[in-house]
């Protein structure tokens, strides 16, 4: 049986009581996970629930000269055709979605529409849930760098450090990765400071207090403004990777089995693993139905296209509500996510400093 959103038990009404015109704020988390993704779009009545991407490899280099030079003609120039290789990838779409029931009373007894709250509430909820998906699918990646090269993740006793990121940067940049950010040079006239062509990276707030230390760290306010395309949630630089934090980020708690005293830790003998993602650009698919899923960060509240949020007025439920009593808000969304190229995103599992 569902729970009914009921007055009295779930929403108190507000008679004798001082009501405030203004609602509480409510928290808005970072949520990052679709930054940068590349979208695939499933068409409604298309006849498939998967989606497919596909990608032409590079080519062999051609390093045989062609025969015009010498004089020697042949049909193609004696040359065989090269023959691309096409990489196909597929994942297929599910359905998720919330709801709330209401009753008649929750609009008799309020001042203001208790309803259009909840559907905020919802709303949050859906972009949340999404981007918890989409963390998995991003947890999923085969590359893991365990911090200072442990050999698993009971093993780790380091924070985040310099070298950590070096050793990312460079595999990808190995595998011809596509940055996402051209260099910045900065200026001396407004102070600002330059940041390379980069990366971008995903990590906990926990974290982030960690990264900032390192040596060669550009802080998103030493930017000098001459970088327009700031994401939400970015705190910086350094390595070739610029980063955000969000409270989503994953957490192992508890995995690291040698204790280290200066590090977050669920009990006096275990340390929480933190999970920092970074990657280039065509990384990550997400796919949305009959929508793309926004490419870029955006704060919990915010209204991506491919979420549904529905309402069904008090009354609207024919014989099932012989009373005119309920109605429901509800958000829905079609969601698939993937890893395209295994090669351009690797995540760290470090620990983290312990700030008490």
């Given at each position: 049986m569902s729970t009914i959103t009921t007055l009295g038990t779930h929403v108190t009404a507000p008679v004798n009581f001082v009501l405030m015109r203004g609602l509480l704020s409510q928290a808005r988390k970072v949520l990052p996970y679709f930054n940068g993704t590349m979208p695939g779009t499933l068409e409604k009545n298309g006849g498939s629930m998967s989606v497919k991407w596909r990608r032409f490899d590079d080519l062999a280099v051609a390093t045989t000269a062609l025969g015009e030079k010498s004089g020697t003609l042949a049909f193609l120039n004696g040359r065989t055709a090269a023959t691309p290789t096409i990489t196909d990838i597929t994942v297929a779409i599910s359905k998720y979605g919330n709801y709330v029931i209401t009753t008649e009373e929750l609009d008799l007894f309020n001042v203001n529409s208790r309803a259009a709250q909840i559907l905020d509430v919802l709303g949050r909820n859906a972009g949340e849930t999404l981007n918890t998906l989409m963390a998995t699918v991003f947890d999923g990646a085969a590359n893991v760098r365990y911090s200072s090269a442990a050999a698993n993740a009971t093993a780790i006793t380091t924070t985040m450090n310099l070298n950590n990121i070096k050793y990312v940067v460079n595999q990808i940049n190995r595998r011809s990765g596509m940055k996402f950010f051209s260099m910045g040079a900065g200026s001396t006239n407004v102070g600002s400071s330059p940041?390379?062509?980069?990366y971008f990276g995903i990590t906990h707030p926990d974290v982030e207090?960690?990264?900032r230390g390192l040596s060669g760290f550009v802080g998103v306010e030493t930017y000098g403004g001459y970088i327009g395309d700031v994401q939400i949630g970015e705190f910086g630089a350094v390595g070739g990777v610029r980063v955000c934090s969000s409270e989503i980020?994953?957490?192992?708690?508890?995995?690291?089995t040698t204790s280290v005293m200066a590090a977050r830790g669920s009990t006096d003998i275990l340390n929480d693993v933190?999970?920092?993602?970074?990657?280039?650009?065509?990384a990550v698919g997400t796919v949305g139905l009959g929508e793309n899923h926004t490419e870029e960060i955006y704060r919990m509240g915010d209204r991506p296209a491919a979420i549904e949020l529905i309402t069904k007025q008090v009354g609207s439920s024919g014989v099932g509500d012989p009373?005119?009593?309920m109605g429901s808000v509800a958000w829905?969304?079609?969601h698939a996510g993937k890893i395209l190229n295994e090669a351009w995103i690797w995540e760290i599992d470090t620990l983290?400093?312990?700030l008490s």
């Amino acid at each position: 049986m569902s729970t009914i959103t009921t007055l009295g038990t779930h929403v108190t009404a507000p008679v004798n009581f001082v009501l405030m015109r203004g609602l509480l704020s409510q928290a808005r988390k970072v949520l990052p996970y679709f930054n940068g993704t590349m979208p695939g779009t499933l068409e409604k009545n298309g006849g498939s629930m998967s989606v497919k991407w596909r990608r032409f490899d590079d080519l062999a280099v051609a390093t045989t000269a062609l025969g015009e030079k010498s004089g020697t003609l042949a049909f193609l120039n004696g040359r065989t055709a090269a023959t691309p290789t096409i990489t196909d990838i597929t994942v297929a779409i599910s359905k998720y979605g919330n709801y709330v029931i209401t009753t008649e009373e929750l609009d008799l007894f309020n001042v203001n529409s208790r309803a259009a709250q909840i559907l905020d509430v919802l709303g949050r909820n859906a972009g949340e849930t999404l981007n918890t998906l989409m963390a998995t699918v991003f947890d999923g990646a085969a590359n893991v760098r365990y911090s200072s090269a442990a050999a698993n993740a009971t093993a780790i006793t380091t924070t985040m450090n310099l070298n950590n990121i070096k050793y990312v940067v460079n595999q990808i940049n190995r595998r011809s990765g596509m940055k996402f950010f051209s260099m910045g040079a900065g200026s001396t006239n407004v102070g600002s400071s330059p940041v390379r062509s980069s990366y971008f990276g995903i990590t906990h707030p926990d974290v982030e207090e960690d990264i900032r230390g390192l040596s060669g760290f550009v802080g998103v306010e030493t930017y000098g403004g001459y970088i327009g395309d700031v994401q939400i949630g970015e705190f910086g630089a350094v390595g070739g990777v610029r980063v955000c934090s969000s409270e989503i980020a994953p957490i192992s708690t508890g995995v690291a089995t040698t204790s280290v005293m200066a590090a977050r830790g669920s009990t006096d003998i275990l340390n929480d693993v933190y999970k920092t993602f970074i990657y280039g650009r065509e990384a990550v698919g997400t796919v949305g139905l009959g929508e793309n899923h926004t490419e870029e960060i955006y704060r919990m509240g915010d209204r991506p296209a491919a979420i549904e949020l529905i309402t069904k007025q008090v009354g609207s439920s024919g014989v099932g509500d012989p009373f005119n009593e309920m109605g429901s808000v509800a958000w829905k969304a079609w969601h698939a996510g993937k890893i395209l190229n295994e090669a351009w995103i690797w995540e760290i599992d470090t620990l983290a400093s312990d700030l008490s």
